[in-house]
């Protein structure tokens, strides 16, 4: 394993001396690795069991539990498309499979260039802007294939550091 | 103490017990998954739905979440309970696979039995099923994840249960797994237990696998012989030979648990290298000339030189059985009384630790769970008494307080605080736990050195003084320390499953092993009669001298270097070929019944060739009798007057257990009633100062540690490396660096180890584990004991 | 907006933005905290919101003053409150707006409430995917913590109380207050059950509230005009206080609005929301989020409030107004459902882990046209099952089916004898969700089918 950067050390310091309890920054340790490493890789899981005194087997039983910590490899923007009853009655598949087609990448997959994941996701709670879908943090709202051909345009043109949760 | 009603039949409880145990209380098994009795409700799989008629609780309900109350009126049948757990029953085959009949399950599988008895026989679902890759969980845990029903009954078991964190659930929803972070041999030493604990055939018996269907096997309630806890197990055979070992309750004792050691450790019994054919002047020999060789040079010797020069050495792993006749024999005989310990100073310490328990101070396993502080002293949990880590532990999660004293470091999976002394010190520990609230004093006098240690020292007195219920664990060499406080409840640990056998039985002027090496070297023995011990590995200053004997006859089941020195050898059979009775180390006798006969199994001698054809020819493997019948027989060839039962003579001559009959011991063993302090115990002995050099602290392994295990294949190659443990401060002192090459001080032939450092060692000490190049060190390792190799 | 509507937790609304505290103040914020701490003994705040009748807003409604009436009188040591703010019920959005309207207004709640139960630190639990709230609060807390109303001996007194945000990594059952309570913990969210409550053993086994942030956010409202105020803003005979509805689907002006408890479902969609919109007509809605059944069109004068609601074999759960139109197909619409609580389950108990999949799958059938009219009899048996699971999670998912089996029975029918959609959707094809995230080295294995793994 290579060395992490002297500042996500003493930031996953800083995380894990802030609660009074390490294991309450369990998730917040492995989304600053994955924010680091792009995704939670075996050595990210490695990295957080040793910062946080908690087995690998602990958490991976989280990381698999929840929807936000992804163990395989994602693009550097993942959308989030919400497919909740909502979105789904304003043709949120339709967006999705448009996103897909205009991608160029399965449900879940990767573009190429590793700009893009495209993942179902459940409601974001942006109902009134049906049908929306959420990306590097922000909401993307009432879309339409123009509107998320507009998106793409934007981030692939975009030097924008991706954010996630850290 | 609620007052229920379960399927018409009135219940009386204690207050707290669930609906499902108070059910089966009153004879009606009402069914579950997740529920257990010793790890509780999960409310997971919610199979036990009953039907509350009347009471505080009304309609359906889990009858496992649900506790027990005055004026419940319970159906269990009711058609809306019957309805909602064939449900759960589809849901639950929804996913599971068909394939019972290649399942190592199948047959005595949870799942099947609720499918069938809940009527689910048909697929209406017309989904598919979801499938799982597997994992390797090592050589004793076998995975099939498709056919888990997700009870969490392992992930329990394996995480809150015993305190380990290398395998749980993960994944949420309908995708929950549960596995390890990747492949590889599970930490947990009491995994085993997850392949009686899961309902289906998720985890199963790895060796066991496809070995035997259960029903085909026969089942005996057997006694484990791998320490001396005496936990309760089932001994499974199948063709003749051990297929696979379970967990037998008890609840005074294991539980429903056991541990891998003991699991695992029964391939001795089908080794091929069991030595199972009689020897006569060292050449192959029918029993009847085996036993005329024996008789004879025994015999010979004892006119030549006196019956003073026939020496007998007994074993700590046979049943009392065996150690009565053996005690009878040289008694007949006039020999000198066997010898079963390294000194006699050993066999007075082993039966005064079991002569304090009194009825107000013997405490169970079950009831060490129950205290809430615990001293163990001298003994390291998961090395001497496995089952005691897990005990520990409930006790632990019980809010006790757990005190461990011991050269040793130990990993244990609870809360605990370690008090690492040598040896030599542990007899102090025991002063202050008995000094009350105010021992500070008592502290600084007694550890003047140690001034690290203090603080813990004093919260030990502390929590005993404040305790409701502490209890004490203790080595045997302790037993002359022990405070003299009824309130503190006793639970010792002893060497070996025969130990308190032994101790109980032996004549109280029966000679150590260490006296009889002095008497060989002065020439005053010239025949040994060693029965089911090593003298290697037992008394290896004996063991060094063989060559100056006339008579050298060996009884044994192992193939021990002993057996192969031996003139004359008769093969004894297994405690699975014989059964016995047995004293475990809190003093209760229990009965192991046999499982099979003696003789080859089946599959060794078909060799391929199944059936056997050849009806003419005796069956081969036949040769090993019970230890006890060789001893009557060799008795008969010398003329002599035996018992004929000679262990029922002997408890009934026993001052202390003459109420016990060893053919109707109740099923959860029975306790004598033990009178305390011996009249005539000999004072503790001084503690002995400080020697120069490092005192030498063995560990058992906790596979192939013991002797049994050792030539079990299972668990033989398991042992883990030979490596010298010291305190950093000590390796300094010596000027050893972690990972250095030592040579230890044994004999004529020094032993080489790689040195550990571990903070977690006593000072003055040095840990080897009990491996057998370590048998010969001496007690304590001079100044140029241990010696730095240069590594060529 | 219509003016005769009391506008309390929304009265800064009109900014567009946060309110800053500033603001906050200038309409009385921090003044119901001022005639508090240090003035009122804790008993008599709790004795405030008891005689509020302040019902918890987070979905199931319970008195948030008997909850903290839980809190073992003797306890001495940490106690700790809880502001959940998971807010994954699908509908539901008002808790993103309400920080986004009012965050002082949260914070000066969150204090008083840990005030009245005397928590020492309090945990605001938020999803994922309102990180950018989660930063708000940060913010917003750290001002209020300059001004010294958090951090220690608050207004000089004694009193010490401080709150940090934990964001979640997402999956709806950790808005169920004992499962929230071990994500804090670092374990797996699991619902807990037996035992005692978490105000008597929660966060790390000390006494613990668990109150949503709406509820909480309308303390300062009811300590500064008491209780008889804010059972006077609500319409109903029972109700008190105003409600955060969020009003979402087919109406022609979707958003989250403040009125009071006891206005009517059809005041809601057709005054407030703007009724449909243009060439829709209405079906049903789901009315208090997405754990609710459909509510017939019978019953729209019905009053949002919690027991009449009950009376009526409705929830007022979260009051998240979801509206169909003629044209939506409620079979997929409950597919759609099942589909999220598939997916969001812990994976705990039989009825939730199985049975949610297996009518996720009778519906795909019936959606697709492969329905039999064996199907609905099991879908029909399943409900029971779901209804007896371990948490409230699959009683929740059974609702909706409820709904669509009891009210809709025709439209599932017609599923069936037409063997297709008759809307025209689609068979929902399987989209062979993604298997993005999760590690390939164990199950399921990659799935088409059935096995969506997110
Ligand atoms: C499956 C499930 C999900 C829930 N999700 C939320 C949620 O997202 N937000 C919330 O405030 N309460 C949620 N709850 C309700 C909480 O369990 C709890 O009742 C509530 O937070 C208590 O706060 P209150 O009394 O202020 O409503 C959920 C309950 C269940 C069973
Ligand atoms: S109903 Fe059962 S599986 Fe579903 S969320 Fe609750 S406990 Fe978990
Ligand atoms: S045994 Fe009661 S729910 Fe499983």
Not at chain 2, 153 to 165: E, I, K, L, P
Not at chain 2, 246 to 262: L, Q, S, T, Y
Not at chain 2, 528 to 540: G, K
Request: hydrophobic share 40%.
């Amino acid at each position: 394993m290579s060395p992490l950067p002297p500042e996500l050390s003493t930031e996953l310091h800083r995380l894990v001396t802030a609660v009074d309890n390490p294991r309450e920054a369990a998730v917040d340790v492995m989304y600053a690795l994955q924010h680091h490493y792009g995704y939670l890789c075996d050595e990210a899981m490695h990295r957080a069991a040793e910062v946080l005194g908690m087995t690998t087997l602990e958490l991976e039983s989280l990381a698999t539990f929840y929807d936000y910590l992804y163990r395989r490899p994602v693009g550097r923007y993942v959308i989030h498309v919400c497919d909740s009853v909502v979105c789904w009655m304003f043709h949120q598949d339709s967006i999705f499979d448009y996103l897909c087609r205009t991608l160029g990448v399965p449900p879940g997959g990767t573009t190429e260039d590793g700009l893009f994941t495209v993942l179902p996701a459940a409601c974001v709670g942006n109902c009134h802007n049906a049908p929306t879908m959420l990306i590097n943090g922000r909401f993307y709202d009432r879309l339409t294939p123009e509107a998320v051909d507009a998106v793409i345009a934007e981030l692939r043109a975009g030097t924008e550091e991706p954010v996630r949760c850290k | 103490m609620p007052d229920l009603i379960i399927d018409g039949r009135p219940v009386t409880v204690d207050k707290g017990v669930s609906v499902i145990e108070a059910a089966e209380r009153a004879g009606v098994m009402i069914p579950r998954f997740c529920w257990h009795k010793s790890l509780g409700a999960a409310g997971a799989c919610r199979l036990c739905a009953v039907m509350f008629v009347e009471g505080p609780v009304k309609g359906l309900e889990m009858s496992c979440m649900t506790p027990a109350a005055d004026g419940m009126v319970v159906e269990t049948g009711h058609p809306k309970a019957v309805a909602f757990r064939r449900q759960i029953i589809e849901l639950l085959m929804a996913n599971h696979p068909h394939d019972c009949p290649v399942c190592d399950e199948g047959g005595h599988c949870l799942l099947q039995d609720e499918t069938i008895s809940g009527g689910h026989s048909l697929r209406r679902f017309p989904g598919r099923k979801r499938t799982y890759q597997d994992q390797n969980l090592g050589p004793f845990i076998q995975h099939e994840m498709n056919r888990c029903i997700h009870c969490y009954r392992c992930a329990r078991f394996y995480q809150d249960y015993c305190g380990y964190r290398d395998f749980g659930p993960m994944q949420n929803a309908n995708r929950v797994y549960f596995g390890r972070f990747e492949d590889g041999p599970l930490d947990n030493p009491f995994a085993g237990n997850l392949a009686d604990l899961c309902p289906t055939g998720t985890l199963t018996d790895k060796p066991g696998r496809f070995v035997a269907r259960r029903w085909d096997c026969q089942r005996a309630p057997s006694v484990c012989l791998h320490c001396s806890l005496g936990c309760n197990v089932t001994a499974l055979s199948r063709y003749r030979r051990v297929a696979r070992i379970e967990a037998r309750d008890n609840a005074a004792i294991n539980g429903a648990f056991i541990c891998d050691r003991g699991r695992y450790g029964f391939g001795y019994q089908s080794a091929q290298e069991r030595p199972r054919a009689p020897l006569a002047a060292g050449r192959p020999a029918t029993p009847e000339e085996a036993l005329r060789a024996a008789a004879g040079l025994l015999a010979a010797a004892a006119k030549r030189h006196g019956p003073d020069a026939v020496a007998v050495v007994g074993g700590q792993r046979s049943t009392m059985e065996t150690q009565a006749a053996l005690i009878a024999l040289a008694r007949a005989a006039g020999w000198r009384a066997p010898a079963f310990f390294a000194a006699a100073r050993e066999q007075a310490q082993a039966r005064q630790a079991l002569y304090a328990l009194t009825p107000p101070r013997a405490r169970s396993l079950a009831d060490l769970a129950k205290a809430d502080a615990v001293l163990v002293v001298g003994v390291s949990p998961l090395a001497d008494a496995p089952m005691l880590t897990l005990t520990l532990r409930q006790a632990a999660r019980a809010g006790a307080a757990i005190f461990l004293a011991d050269p040793r470091p130990l990993a244990l999976p609870l809360d605990h605080v370690h008090l690492p002394l040598a040896p030599r010190q542990l007899a102090a520990v025991l002063a202050v736990a008995a000094a009350g609230e105010d021992a500070s004093g008592l502290i600084q006098q007694k550890f003047p050195l140690a001034p690290e240690l203090w603080p813990r020292l004093e919260a030990l007195a502390q929590a005993m003084a404040k305790a409701k219920r502490p209890a004490l664990a203790y080595a045997p060499a302790l037993a002359a320390s022990l405070p003299g406080d009824d309130r503190v409840g006793l639970f010792p640990v002893l060497a070996q499953a025969g130990t308190a056998g032994a101790a109980l039985l032996a004549p109280t002027d029966a000679p150590g092993l260490d006296e009889l090496a002095a008497e060989l070297a002065a020439g005053r023995i010239k025949a040994v009669i060693a029965v089911e011990t090593d003298l290697f590995a037992a008394a290896p200053a004996l063991a060094a001298r063989l060559d100056a004997l006339e008579a050298l006859v060996v009884l044994d089941h192992l193939p021990t270097p002993t057996v192969a020195a031996a003139q004359v050898f008769l093969p004894t059979a297994t405690l699975f070929e014989t059964g016995g009775t047995l004293a475990a180390s809190d003093g209760r006798l229990q009965r192991a019944e046999p499982v099979q006969a003696p003789g080859l199994s089946v599959l060794a001698d078909g060799a391929g060739d199944h059936p056997p054809r050849d009806y003419a020819r005796p069956l081969p493997g036949t040769d090993p009798a019970p230890a006890a019948f060789w001893c009557d027989r060799l008795g008969r060839a010398l003329s002599l007057e035996l018992p004929r039962h000679p262990l029922a003579e002997a408890l009934a001559a026993h001052p202390v257990l003459a109420d016990l009959d060893p053919v109707t011991l109740p099923a959860e063993g029975q306790r004598p009633t033990y009178p305390g302090r011996e009249p005539a115990t000999p004072e503790s002995p001084p503690a002995q100062p400080a020697a120069e050099g490092l005192a030498v602290v063995m560990e058992t392994p906790f596979f192939g540690g013991d002797e049994l295990s050792r030539y079990a294949p299972l668990t033989a190659d398991k042992t883990g490396p030979a490596v010298a443990l010291l305190h950093p401060d000590d390796a300094a002192g010596l000027n050893l660096a972690d990972g250095a090459t030592v040579a230890l001080d044994c004999g004529d032939a020094p032993a080489t180890a790689a040195v550990r450092l571990h903070p977690g060692v006593a000072r003055g000490v040095v840990v080897v584990p009990r491996l057998p190049r370590f048998d010969a060190l001496p007690p304590n390792l001079g100044p140029c004991g241990l010696r730095r190799r240069e590594t060529p | 907006m219509q003016v005769d509507i009391p506008q309390v937790l929304f009265k800064n609304r009109h900014l567009g933005r946060p309110a800053t505290i500033d603001e906050y103040m200038a309409g009385g914020g921090y003044e119901a905290l001022r005639a508090t701490i240090g003035q009122r003994t804790p008993a008599e705040v709790l004795q405030l919101v008891l005689d509020a009748d302040l019902r918890g807003r987070g979905g199931a409604g319970f008195p948030a003053g008997r909850k903290w009436q839980g809190i073992p009188a003797d306890h001495v040591g940490t106690r700790y409150v809880v502001i959940n703010t998971d807010e994954m019920e699908p509908g539901t959005f008002k808790d993103r707006v309400l920080v986004n309207v009012d965050p002082h207004l949260v914070i000066e709640g969150i204090i008083l409430c840990a005030y009245a139960v005397g928590a020492c630190e309090g945990v605001f639990f938020i999803r994922p995917s309102y990180e950018g709230d989660a930063k708000l609060i940060e913010q917003e807390t750290q001002v209020a913590r300059e001004r010294g109303y958090l951090g220690k001996n608050i207004l000089g007194t004694e009193f010490c109380f401080d709150v940090h945000v934990h964001r979640s990594a997402g999956r709806y059952i950790c808005g169920e207050a004992s499962a929230q309570i071990k994500a804090i913990s670092g374990l797996r969210p699991n619902p807990r059950k037996g035992g005692p409550r978490t105000s008597v053993r929660g966060l790390w086994d000390c006494p613990t509230i668990v109150n949503n942030l709406e509820t909480l956010a309308n303390l300062p409202g009811i300590v500064r005009n008491g209780p008889a105020w804010f059972k006077s803003l609500a319409r109903s005979e029972s109700g008190s206080g105003t409600k955060l509805y969020s009003v979402s689907g087919m109406v022609a002006r979707p958003g989250c609005y403040e009125l009071p408890i006891g206005v009517t479902i059809r005041d809601i969609i057709f005054t407030h929301a703007g009724g449909m919109p243009p060439g829709k007509t209405f079906k049903t809605v789901i009315p208090g989020g997405a754990s609710t059944p459909y509510l017939p069109e019978t019953l729209l004068d019905l009053e949002m409030d919690f027991d009449p609601m009950k009376k009526a074999g409705q929830r007022f759960g979260t009051a998240s107004l979801m509206v169909f139109d003629k044209d939506t197909c409620l079979v997929g619409a409950t597919l759609s459902l099942m589909e999220f609580f598939a997916r969001e389950s812990c994976g705990w108990c039989t009825p939730c882990r199985e049975g949610i999949p297996y009518v996720r799958e009778l519906l795909r059938r019936i959606e697709g046209g492969e329905g039999t009219e064996e199907h609905i009899g099991m879908l029909q048996e399943m409900l029971p099952v779901l209804d007896l699971a371990y948490c409230a999670f699959a009683p929740g998912a059974a609702e909706p089916l409820r709904g669509l089996l009891t009210h809709f029975m025709d439209e599932v029918r017609a599923h069936i004898t037409e063997k297709r959609c008759p809307f025209g959707n689609p068979p929902p094809h399987v989209r062979g969700k993604a298997c993005g995230t999760r590690p390939p080295q164990f199950g399921p294995t990659p799935c088409p089918e059935d096995q969506c793994p997110i």
